[in-house]
């Protein structure tokens, strides 16, 4: 079905339309619409025209409503002021147009197949440590933007660049081969399966080891140090052992991404060894096309703006003096293979705000190069930090940074909590489901709901809480609608044009009818906070609307199918959008 008009798309094309009627010179004046609470609607354009044509304001408004025809969509246009036109739609418009988003799948929200493609790189652990709290916003903050992306008709590539490669790898790796079985799992000569846990738990165990080795013993470490170079060499013993912790790390990071509900495919798992066999070649077309140049021996790129304490250039260090590739090599190859070998139009980088300088040099280089240009862009989606509810970084008791796998554990036994308290027949297994959804779904949503750009605080009992902005609150609205369908008997959702509305079941209408319009504002510009807002705003309305219009207990029976509709289109909004953010809807809580 092809997308619905909102009505304030259709409102503009009235407003267009009497403006070229009672101006012919307008062109294509703006009429600056906005929703207001003065009516549905306030057009403030006019001023501006006026001004450009030096007439009277008022006067010109006055022509402008004369001189748009009938029509069943705005009931009232009163000039105000100066000459700002309040708009009021009709009571059957509102409900013509939610019934024909109601008749679609995707609730009439516009899809364009031919949008681009989009590389996301989100979701970064690193090779044999363990995640943090640092970990979660990229993830969290990515996939989202991931499901808005494609629901809006995006091609999204998911890149999940690991931190897999490194001098670190040389200590790990001839400590292995020195002991050897420090990464087995054997049960009586049988591979066994094993948790995300234990193999986080034999990897901690095997770099605390290592690490001591090294610090405590020079011959370990001159050995360690050679193992570097096999490795950077293609080594095949050493490949093969590198290739044990990578897979060792990732049963430990999927368990992770697991328990977030969020879905991590092995393809696109690209980490920064995945890059190696282009750093040579992107560092020869740098310095041979004199992006890059030399300075003390390393291959650097220089930026008027990009100045040290001293005052003197900083530079974007490609290769260092020594040979070895530093980040910048590593990053840049990566936009060369994303542009050039999955055609993308759009990076798309979920990374840390402390990391916004090394960005930008790398994204300047990259344009100076001519491998991203005015057909291919790249944007950090910078984020914040997350604070603990002191206002500092989030660190244990013992200043150390928080697991995040027990951050999600205490979200989900808080929930579980909550929803034992609230819940009517429910089974313990059904109590731990619903606990688990609806602990994840509070960590997720108090991450998106805060604009990405923002630091936040981490107060699990705020998250977890059935009042204010929460999930929790959106998803008891949902699970409080789906209440009221099973409840509805022989009774149906049906929509009923001809039927008057109150205040509240208007406000409600046209917050409904504004999705379509704010996922492709949030698709835009990067912003799943604003789909969050709106979800929020939505469960409120409809709140409103509970509070205040019997539904199963209305005047007539078309009034009960008007307002089951009004509940039922409210559900499959709130279950669309969050699902869009990675949050479950559970029917019942």
Request: glycine content about 6%.
């Amino acid at each position: 079905m092809a997308s619905v008009p909102s009505l304030a798309s259709t409102v503009q094309q009235r407003l267009a339309e009497g403006l070229s009627a009672a101006v012919p010179d307008a062109g294509t004046a703006d009429p600056l619409l906005r929703r207001s609470d003065r009516a549905d609607f306030q057009a403030n354009g006019i001023l501006a025209l006026a001004k450009r044509l030096k007439g009277n304001p008022r006067e010109l408004a006055t022509q402008v409503v004369s001189a748009i025809p009938a029509n069943d969509v705005l009931a009232d246009i009163e000039v105000s002021g100066p000459g700002f036109l309040n708009i009021t739609v009709s009571d059957a418009a509102i409900v013509r147009t939610l019934a024909a988003r109601a008749a679609d799948a995707r609730l009439g929200v516009p899809f364009n197949p031919s949008a681009g493609t989009t590389v996301i790189d989100y979701a970064q652990p690193n090779v044999a440590k363990e995640m943090h709290v640092g970990h979660l916003r990229s993830a969290v903050i990515g996939a989202a933007m991931v499901e808005i992306l494609e629901f809006t008709g995006e091609t999204v590539v998911r890149r999940h660049h690991i931190g897999d490669w490194g001098t670190q790898f040389g200590m790990l790796i001839q400590y292995l081969i020195e002991h050897p079985h420090e990464l087995d799992h054997k049960a009586d000569g049988a591979d066994v399966e094993v948790s995300g846990e234990e193999a986080m738990s034999n990897l901690n165990r095997l770099y605390k080891a290592s690490r001591a080795l090294f610090d405590a013993d020079e011959e370990f470490k001159t050995r360690a140090r050679a193992r570097v170079v096999d490795l950077q060499a293609g080594d095949p013993e050493t490949l093969a052992l590198w290739q044990r912790f990578v897979d060792e790390s990732k049963i430990y990071f999927y368990s992770v991404f697991e328990k977030l509900d969020m879905d991590i495919r092995d393809p696109d798992v690209v980490g920064e060894s995945g890059y190696n066999d282009m750093l040579q070649e992107t560092c020869s077309l740098l310095e041979e096309s004199g992006v890059a140049v030399r300075s003390e021996g390393a291959l650097c790129v220089f930026f008027d703006d990009v100045k040290g304490p001293d005052g003197n250039p900083t530079p974007l260090i490609v290769q260092k003096s020594d040979g070895g590739f530093g980040y910048a090599a590593t990053d840049l190859s990566a936009i060369r293979d994303r542009v050039g070998k999955l055609n993308a139009s759009t990076l798309l980088y979920v990374v840390d705000a402390r990391q916004s300088l090394h960005f930008k040099m790398v994204f300047e280089t990259a344009r100076r190069a001519g491998w991203l240009n005015d057909d291919v862009k790249a944007v950090q989606l910078a984020f914040g930090t997350v604070l603990g509810k002191d206002g500092k970084p989030f660190k244990t008791r013992e200043g150390e940074t928080v697991r995040l796998v027990d951050l999600l554990d205490e979200a989900i036994e808080r929930a579980s909590a909550v929803v034992r308290e609230k819940a009517q027949d429910l089974s313990e297994e059904e109590i731990a489901e619903r606990g688990t959804q609806v602990g994840i779904g509070a960590v997720k949503y108090a991450d998106l709901s805060t604009s990405a750009a923002r630091d936040y605080k981490f107060d699990l009992d705020q998250m977890v809480s059935l009042h204010g902005d929460t999930s929790v609150y959106l998803q008891y609205a949902y699970a409080r609608i789906q209440s009221i369908l099973r409840k509805a008997g022989d009774a149906r959702p049906a929509a009923h044009p001809e039927l008057a509305l109150v205040p509240s079941e208007r406000a409600l209408g046209l917050h409904l009818d504004s999705f379509g319009d704010l996922l492709q504002e949030t698709a835009e510009e990067f912003a799943p906070h604003k789909l969050a807002s709106y979800l929020y705003q939505l469960a409120s309305h409809y709140t409103t609307f509970y509070s205040e219009c019997p539904v199963l207990k209305a005047d007539t029976p078309e009034q009960v199918e008007n307002r089951l509709f009004l509940c039922d289109l409210t559900a499959r909004t709130l279950h669309q959008g969050m699902a869009l953010l990675g949050i479950r809807t559970p029917e019942r809580l």
